[in-house]
């Protein structure tokens, strides 16, 4: 395959336009809202009733799904939205 075979990624990948990385930083903030919703919700259900677990399997698990979401957090809202 050559390279004009990838000229569609080529141009979102790299671009330097400023329409089409404003279009790249909306696609990346609601991809990433919408993990940060899920991780929010499976952390409440998990927490919904005390000494059940449903979704997660232990405390690392909850506290792996803790720290990413906060991750995803920090970038969603401190990093792409106050550009």
């Known amino acids: 395959m050559c ?13 330097v336009n400023h329409k089409d990385i404003g279009i790249l930083y909306l696609i990346f903030g609601c991809f ?7 991780l929010s919700f499976f952390m409440r259900f998990e ?5 059940e677990t449903y979704i ?7 506290n792996y799904f803790f ?6 957090t920090y970038f969603h809202l401190y990093k792409l939205h106050l550009v």
Do not use: C, E, H, Q
């Open 32 to 38: 990433f809202r919408i993990i940060d919703t899920l």
């Open 47 to 51: 927490l919904s009733i005390p000494g």
């Open 56 to 62: 997660l399997f232990n405390y690392l698990s909850y």
């Open 67 to 72: 720290i990413n979401k906060k991750i995803i």
């Open 3 to 15: 390279i004009a075979d990838y000229s569609f990624i080529k141009r979102w990948v790299f671009s």
